[in-house]
C-alpha cells in the first residue's frame, strides 16, 4: 500500500468544507480591507530563497529548504514561504509602477524539511497580506487589525499578540554588538544552533527555544532600550494607534522572528490552546527586502498565517470539529422504480439550475436503498419520483429530519426549497 510522505497530510472530504470555509473568511476579509490576491509558483529559483529568507534564517541554517536540480541543471527550490515570491513578483512586473501601495495577499502549499509534529508539518498551507510602499507605522497596525478582524470573525478566543521592535540598520549594529559581547561570553552555554547563530545573526539566538538559551537569554540586553529616535517614535506610534483601536497586544522583547528579512515592528499572535507550537501567525516590517531582492527602495510590511495551526485553534475556540463544517448535498433525488433516469436528470438538473445542490445514486431503484443513502450523505430533503409522480408531472418531497412529506409541481417545490435553505445559510 502507498503511503503519504512523512509530515504531510490528507484533507478527506468530510473535512473539506471547513477549509473552504475559512478560506472564503479570509478572502472576504482581503477584499474588506483592499487587498488582491496575487499567485506565484510554488517553485523558484532557490537563491531567491536563499536571498530572501536569509543566512540566519531556521530555513537556512536548519537546512529546511526542499532543494534540487532540475533537467537544465538549474538550482530550484519548494517555496518555503510566500513573501520571497510576492516581493519577487512585485519587483519583476513592476508593481511599483502603479503609483499606489500595493496591498495584496496569497494562499497556498509551503514546504519545509522539519520535524513534523502537532501542528509542524513538511507541506503545510499560509496565506499572508503584504503591504508594499507605505513606511508608516500605520501600515504596520492595518496588518495587526486584519489579523485581529480575522480572529474574531471566526470566533477565535484567548489570542495573545505579543509585539516587539528589532530596530533598523542604524541601531541594530550597536545593539548586536552589545548582544554579542554577552552571548559570547556564555557562548558555551548555547546549543550549537545558536553557537553557529552567534557567528551570523546573534538576534536570533533570543528566539531560540532550548532551555539552555533561554537562560542565558533572559540576563541578556534587550533591543527595545537601544532603539534610534525613528525606531523609537515608528514603534511607540504603533502602540498608541493600537491602543485607540482597542487592540490588546503585550511586548515580547525577545520576540525576533525566524526570517531574517524583518525590521523595526514584529508580531506574532498566539494561542494558548495550541501547546508548544502556540504561534498561528507572525509578521512584521521587512523594508529592506525589496532592496536586497533587485528592487528599488521600499518600505514594506506583512503577515503570514499556518493554516493549520488556524484549524486547530479555530476547533478550540469554537468547540466545533472540522468535520462540523461538512455541507451535505441539500436534495437527494431518488427515482423508484426502473426506467426513469430521464425524470431523475430532469429533477437534478431543475435543483442545480435554481442553485440547489442536489445528488443522487443511479444504482438504487427502490425507496429504502435511497433513504439510506440521504441519510448516509445527511441531505435535508429527498425528492421521490416514482411512475405515478412522472405521469402527473408533480414531486414528492420527504422532510429526512421528520418525515413529513408534501406533493406539489417542480416549481412549487423548487420555490419552498430555496426559501428554507436561505433560511439553513
Ligand atoms: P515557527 O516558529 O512556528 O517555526 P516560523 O517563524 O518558522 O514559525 P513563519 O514563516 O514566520 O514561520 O510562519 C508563519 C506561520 O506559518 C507560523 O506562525 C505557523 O502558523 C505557520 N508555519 C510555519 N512553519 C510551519 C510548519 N512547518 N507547519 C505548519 N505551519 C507552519
Ligand atoms: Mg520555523
Same mark, same amino acid.
Given at each position: 500500500?502507498?503511503?503519504?510522505?512523512?509530515?504531510?497530510?490528507?484533507?478527506?472530504?468530510?473535512?473539506?468544507? @471547513?477549509? +473552504?470555509?475559512?478560506?472564503?473568511?479570509?478572502?472576504?476579509?482581503?477584499?474588506?480591507? =483592499?487587498?488582491? &490576491?496575487? %499567485?506565484?509558483?510554488?517553485?523558484?529559483?532557490?537563491?531567491?530563497? %536563499?536571498?530572501?529568507? =536569509?543566512?540566519?534564517? #531556521?530555513?537556512?541554517?536548519?537546512?529546511?529548504?526542499?532543494?534540487?536540480?532540475?533537467?537544465?541543471?538549474?538550482?530550484?527550490?519548494? +517555496?518555503?514561504?510566500?513573501?520571497?515570491?510576492?516581493?519577487?513578483? !512585485?519587483?519583476?512586473?513592476?508593481?511599483?509602477?502603479?503609483?499606489?501601495? %500595493?496591498?495584496? /495577499?496569497?494562499?497556498?502549499?509551503? @514546504?519545509?524539511?522539519?520535524?513534523?509534529?502537532? $501542528?509542524?508539518?513538511?507541506?503545510? *498551507?499560509?496565506?499572508?497580506?503584504?503591504?508594499?510602499?507605505?513606511?508608516?507605522?500605520?501600515?504596520?497596525?492595518?496588518?495587526?487589525?486584519?489579523?485581529?478582524?480575522?480572529?474574531?470573525?471566526? $470566533?477565535?478566543?484567548?489570542?495573545?499578540? !505579543?509585539?516587539?521592535?528589532?530596530?533598523?540598520? &542604524?541601531?541594530?549594529?550597536?545593539?548586536?554588538?552589545?548582544?554579542?559581547?554577552?552571548?559570547?561570553?556564555?557562548?558555551?552555554?548555547?546549543?550549537?544552533?545558536?553557537?553557529?547563530?552567534?557567528?551570523?545573526?546573534?538576534?536570533?539566538?533570543?528566539?531560540?527555544?532550548?532551555?539552555?538559551?533561554?537562560?542565558?537569554?533572559?540576563?541578556?540586553?534587550?533591543?527595545?532600550?537601544?532603539?534610534?529616535?525613528?525606531?523609537?517614535?515608528?514603534?511607540?506610534?504603533?502602540?498608541?494607534?493600537?491602543?485607540?483601536?482597542?487592540?490588546?497586544?503585550?511586548? #515580547?522583547?525577545?520576540?525576533?522572528?525566524?526570517?531574517?528579512?524583518?525590521?523595526?515592528?514584529? /508580531?506574532?499572535?498566539?494561542?494558548?490552546?495550541?501547546?508548544?507550537?502556540?504561534?498561528?501567525?507572525?509578521?512584521?516590517?521587512? #523594508?529592506?527586502?525589496?532592496?536586497?531582492?533587485?528592487?528599488?527602495?521600499?518600505?514594506?510590511? $506583512?503577515?503570514?498565517?499556518?493554516? &493549520?495551526?488556524?484549524?486547530?485553534?479555530?476547533?478550540?475556540?469554537?468547540?466545533?470539529?472540522?468535520?462540523?463544517?461538512?455541507?451535505?448535498?441539500?436534495? !437527494?433525488?431518488?427515482?423508484?422504480?426502473?426506467?426513469?433516469?430521464?425524470?431523475?436528470?430532469?429533477?437534478?438538473?431543475?435543483?442545480?439550475?435554481?442553485?440547489?445542490?442536489? *445528488?443522487?445514486?443511479?444504482?438504487?431503484?427502490?425507496?429504502?436503498?435511497?433513504?439510506?443513502?440521504?441519510?448516509?450523505?445527511?441531505?435535508?430533503?429527498?425528492?421521490?419520483?416514482?411512475?405515478?409522480?412522472? %405521469?402527473?408531472?408533480?414531486?414528492?418531497?420527504?422532510?429526512?429530519?421528520? =418525515?413529513?412529506?408534501?406533493?406539489?409541481?417542480?416549481?412549487?417545490?423548487?420555490?419552498?426549497?430555496?426559501?428554507?435553505?436561505?433560511?439553513?445559510?
Amino acid at each position: 500500500m502507498y503511503q503519504k510522505l512523512k509530515g504531510t497530510y490528507d484533507i478527506l472530504p468530510s473535512e473539506s468544507d @471547513f477549509f +473552504r470555509y475559512v478560506m472564503q473568511e479570509v478572502s472576504s476579509i482581503a477584499g474588506l480591507y =483592499g487587498y488582491k &490576491e496575487i %499567485q506565484f509558483p510554488i517553485l523558484e529559483y532557490a537563491n531567491l530563497f %536563499q536571498r530572501g529568507v =536569509g543566512d540566519s534564517s #531556521d530555513i537556512v541554517v536548519k537546512k529546511e529548504m526542499y532543494v534540487f536540480e532540475d533537467r537544465g541543471h538549474r538550482l530550484v527550490a519548494l +517555496r518555503p514561504e510566500g513573501t520571497a515570491g510576492a516581493v519577487r513578483l !512585485y519587483i519583476e512586473n513592476g508593481l511599483h509602477m502603479s503609483g499606489h501601495t %500595493q496591498r495584496l /495577499f496569497y494562499i497556498g502549499p509551503m @514546504f519545509r524539511a522539519e520535524n513534523p509534529q502537532a $501542528g509542524r508539518y513538511r507541506q503545510f *498551507t499560509q496565506f499572508g497580506f503584504e503591504l508594499i510602499g507605505d513606511p508608516s507605522p500605520d501600515a504596520d497596525v492595518e496588518l495587526i487589525a486584519i489579523n485581529h478582524h480575522l480572529a474574531k470573525r471566526l $470566533g477565535i478566543t484567548g489570542v495573545t499578540l !505579543y509585539l516587539n521592535s528589532i530596530g533598523c540598520r &542604524e541601531c541594530r549594529p550597536v545593539y548586536q554588538q552589545r548582544l554579542t559581547e554577552y552571548l559570547t561570553s556564555h557562548k558555551d552555554g548555547l546549543c550549537e544552533d545558536c553557537q553557529m547563530r552567534l557567528t551570523i545573526n546573534p538576534l536570533r539566538v533570543l528566539d531560540c527555544k532550548e532551555e539552555i538559551c533561554q537562560r542565558i537569554v533572559r540576563q541578556a540586553p534587550l533591543q527595545y532600550e537601544h532603539l534610534c529616535e525613528a525606531c523609537q517614535a515608528h514603534f511607540e506610534a504603533v502602540k498608541a494607534s493600537l491602543t485607540s483601536l482597542g487592540i490588546a497586544f503585550e511586548i #515580547d522583547p525577545y520576540l525576533v522572528r525566524g526570517l531574517d528579512y524583518y525590521n523595526r515592528t514584529v /508580531f506574532e499572535f498566539k494561542s494558548a490552546s495550541l501547546g508548544a507550537q502556540s504561534t498561528f501567525s507572525a509578521g512584521g516590517r521587512y #523594508d529592506y527586502l525589496v532592496k536586497d531582492l533587485g528592487g528599488m527602495d521600499t518600505p514594506a510590511t $506583512g503577515f503570514a498565517m499556518g493554516m &493549520e495551526r488556524l484549524a486547530m485553534v479555530i476547533e478550540a475556540s469554537t468547540g466545533k470539529k472540522r468535520t462540523d463544517f461538512y455541507r451535505p448535498p441539500f436534495v !437527494y433525488v431518488a427515482g423508484i422504480g426502473e426506467s426513469l433516469s430521464q425524470a431523475v436528470w430532469q429533477a437534478l438538473s431543475f435543483l442545480r439550475e435554481h442553485g440547489i445542490s442536489a *445528488t443522487t445514486e443511479f444504482r438504487y431503484t427502490q425507496l429504502k436503498k435511497h433513504l439510506k443513502s440521504a441519510d448516509k450523505l445527511r441531505s435535508s430533503y429527498a425528492v421521490l419520483l416514482g411512475e405515478d409522480e412522472v %405521469q402527473k408531472g408533480i414531486w414528492t418531497l420527504r422532510n429526512l429530519q421528520t =418525515g413529513e412529506q408534501i406533493q406539489d409541481s417542480p416549481a412549487e417545490i423548487v420555490a419552498f426549497l430555496r426559501a428554507k435553505k436561505e433560511k439553513a445559510d
